[in-house]
């Protein structure tokens, strides 16, 4: 006998690098588990309004303006879940509108709360590594360690073929937009994430942006993360923090800066430049997620 297909729509709600979460009570399907919002898509519903419907419903705030996160199919027992998700960012002026029993939660606390079987690839994607080594050598990867990702930045004359890197390390590999899209969409997906340089950015639109991979834009200032969070990047490197000797022009906005950047933002900020990874503490004070740099990095 072939189990019921339960389409569902599911919103992530963004908020300065926090994400909203419930509890499922008791007597629901998977209950007593956390979960994101969100719920049964109607016949002929499309799946973003179904989106839309049910955060005004469950959580308490309209937004009309949902990007596609991902698609997800998962078999339980009883039933085939098929899950269409969308994110959203939540301007501070909503936040006091979300109704209870929904919470703000870091990302890197998700893996303290049991949620359904079917949330567990959701939660990994969403739990980005604090610290980001840079590195021209593609063997300085092999060994790296669990809490770091590594954004591959090759000198200008190397060729990258990316079909010839082992793609075991995709899952920890940031590499940049243009040697990403020689990859087929569905090895793209799998990298940690592909890398968009400020130049980059705006030429870009979004339908430009593949579902379900992650995007990092290196930016320079407000305006370009601005640009980067409605373009549908998860993340930006902010440079340069402090003085470097490889950009002795560049001005450094300092930790101040980095943080008045920060506070108008929903993406997660990395710091860089002049950075290494013991400025980790320093750069959270900041409202930032993470560091990246090239020394300093590696053990």
């Not at 209950?31 to 919002?37: D, R, S, T």
């Not at 591959?152 to 390390?169: C, E, G, L």
């Amino acid at each position: 006998m072939s189990k019921p297909i339960v389409r569902v729509a599911i919103g992530l709600l963004f908020s300065h690098a926090c994400v909203l979460v419930g509890f499922r009570q008791a007597h629901q399907h998977q209950g007593n588990k956390y979960e994101f919002p969100g719920g049964k898509i109607d016949l002929h519903e499309r799946p973003e309004d179904a989106c839309r419907r049910e955060i005004k419903e469950e959580v308490g705030v309209d937004i009309s303006d949902w990007l596609p996160w991902d698609y997800m199919q998962h078999e339980y027992d009883d039933v085939i879940v098929q899950l269409h998700f969308f994110y959203a960012y939540i301007d501070d002026t909503l936040r006091s509108q979300i109704q209870s029993p929904w919470f703000w939660c870091e990302r890197e606390r998700l893996s303290e709360f049991k949620f359904p079987k079917a949330n567990q690839a959701v939660i990994k994607r969403l739990q980005w590594p604090p610290l980001i080594q840079i590195s021209a050598d593609l063997n300085a990867m092999t060994h790296l360690p669990p809490n770091h990702l590594f954004y591959y930045r090759p000198n200008h004359s190397d060729d990258v073929n990316m079909k010839a890197i082992d793609v075991t390390h995709y899952s920890k590999l940031m590499i940049n937009w243009a040697y990403a899209i020689q990859l087929l969409p569905e090895a793209q997906k799998q990298l940690a994430a592909i890398h968009i340089r400020q130049n980059q950015l705006y030429t870009l639109k979004r339908e430009d942006l593949l579902m379900g991979a992650k995007y990092i834009a290196a930016c320079h200032d407000l305006k370009a993360v601005q640009f980067a969070q409605n373009l549908g990047c998860e993340a930006v490197l902010i440079s340069p923090v402090q003085a470097t000797a490889t950009h002795p022009d560049a001005k450094p906005i300092g930790f101040d800066g980095l943080a008045t950047i920060t506070a108008k933002s929903h993406l997660l900020v990395y710091g860089l430049g002049g950075l290494k990874a013991k400025d980790l503490t320093q750069i959270k004070q900041c409202q930032a997620y993470g560091v990246a740099g090239i020394s300093g990095f590696t053990h």
